[in-house]
Structure formats: structure tokens, C-alpha cells
């Protein structure tokens, strides 16, 4: 499967505790974004790598919240001192050199904050 | 307001038929259109994406863009229950910025 994988599929986690997500993009893509989606709604883009830069962050990431893409193939998602309010769907997604509207999504991480 | 507005249904319909999707937006920067679906619990997955107004058609589904009126349409002809899932419009603009805006999904359901 070349597709966009995401790993852990699924993360329970006590309130206050940090957890770390990962993604490995599409391998001939060098554009990497990271969205957030909660039930009922469509995914809210967090941020954007190109290569090992990051290059656009939303106003929703918060400073409990750290992006990383070392080499510029795959990226980690770190939120610290976890909240409630962070259960949701984290999607990563990855689009060709040029052709950020062609994001092809992986299927996710989902955190539950007890 | 929302940058994208999009009815979040449910809309069920019976197999074999025309299933229309909409969105309206208020952005006029917005040049890119994309639609994708999500089956429960799992990724949403690209099905077509449209440059500025038009048509665009890929075997049973056509996507329009009505960039006057800020409107986009899906159309899924001879729906099966398989159809059955989320349907999100998501749109970018031109220039620097690579983020895709969403709308909240409609859910479709097509009844055997």
C-alpha cells in the first residue's frame, strides 16, 4: 500500500498526559499538511510542511501543540498536557510538488482525553 | 459565518438514483474545489477536484463550480448503497496559502 499511513490508529490518554503521532507520507510527496476533525464537523487545517519546513501553522495550534519533519519524509504530531477538548480525529495528508489542492488523506489517529 | 457552508443532511435516497451535493462559499479567493468522501471512522478520500468555474465528470460523478454565485455542486448519478458516506466540498485559494477549508459533510444514504 503506497497511501498515507498514520500510526497510532487509535490513543486513549489521561488528561495532562503528552502524546506523539505519526505519518508517513506518500513517498514521492514533498508537501505534508496535518488536520484536525471532530465529530460532526470537517477537518480544520493545523499545519504545513514543505520538505523539512514548516511553512503555515493555524491559529488552532496551540503552544501545547508541536510539529516536526526531521528529514522531510515522515512527521510527528506532540500535543502536550492533553486536554479534553483534544478528542478528535487527526488526519495527516500529503499533495505532490506544486498541487496543494491534490491531498490525499491518511486514516487518521484518534485520541480519546479521559 | 462559516467560509463554507454545506447542508450536513442526512439525505437518503433510493439505489439507481440522481444524488445532488452542495456547497456555498463566501471567499471569492477561492480557486480550487474539491470533493471528497469519508466512510465512517476512516479518511476522507479524494474524488475529484476542479479548477475555477466549470464542469468537471469522472464515470457517475460530475462536479460543477458556479463561481458567480459561490456555489458548487456534486452529482452522483445511478447511486449504489456503497455511495453511502460523508461528502465533504473543500476549497483553497490561489497564492501562498496550501490550506484546504472545509465544509461540515453531508451525509448520504442510499437505501438497496
Known amino acids: 500500500d503506497t497511501g498515507v499511513s498514520q500510526d497510532p490508529r487509535h490513543k486513549i490518554t489521561k488528561r495532562g498526559q503528552n502524546v506523539t503521532f505519526r505519518c508517513d507520507p506518500i513517498?514521492?510527496?514533498?508537501?505534508l499538511y496535518w488536520y484536525r476533525q471532530t465529530l460532526g464537523q470537517g477537518p480544520e487545517f493545523l499545519t504545513y510542511?514543505?520538505?523539512?519546513?514548516?511553512?503555515?501553522k493555524s491559529r488552532l495550534l496551540s503552544d501545547r501543540f508541536s510539529a516536526e519533519r526531521p528529514k522531510g519524509s515522515f512527521s510527528t504530531l506532540e500535543i502536550q498536557r492533553t486536554e479534553q477538548g483534544d478528542s478528535a480525529m487527526y488526519l495527516c495528508?500529503?499533495?505532490?510538488?506544486?498541487?496543494?489542492?491534490?491531498?490525499?488523506f491518511g486514516p487518521g489517529t484518534r485520541l480519546t482525553v479521559t | 459565518q462559516k467560509e463554507v457552508e454545506q447542508d450536513p443532511g442526512p439525505l437518503s435516497v433510493p439505489e439507481g438514483a440522481i444524488v445532488s451535493l452542495n456547497c456555498t462559499y463566501s471567499?471569492?479567493?477561492?480557486?480550487?474545489f474539491m470533493w471528497y468522501r469519508q466512510y465512517s471512522r476512516k479518511g476522507p478520500e479524494l474524488l475529484m477536484y476542479?479548477?475555477?468555474?466549470g464542469n468537471k465528470e469522472d464515470g457517475r460523478f460530475t462536479a460543477q463550480v458556479d463561481k458567480s454565485s459561490k456555489y458548487i455542486s456534486l452529482f452522483i448519478r445511478d447511486s449504489q448503497p456503497s455511495d453511502s458516506a460523508t461528502y465533504l466540498c473543500?476549497?483553497?485559494?490561489?497564492?501562498?496559502?496550501?490550506?484546504?477549508?472545509f465544509g461540515t459533510g453531508t451525509l448520504l444514504a442510499v437505501q438497496p
Open positions: 495528508a500529503s499533495s505532490p510538488q506544486g498541487r496543494s489542492y491534490e491531498q490525499y
Open positions: 513517498s514521492e510527496h514533498n508537501r
Open positions: 510542511f514543505q520538505n523539512e519546513a514548516q511553512l503555515e
Open positions: 471567499n471569492s479567493a477561492f480557486q480550487y
Open positions: 476542479t479548477y475555477s468555474s
Open positions: 473543500a476549497m483553497k485559494g490561489g497564492g501562498a496559502t496550501n490550506k484546504l477549508i
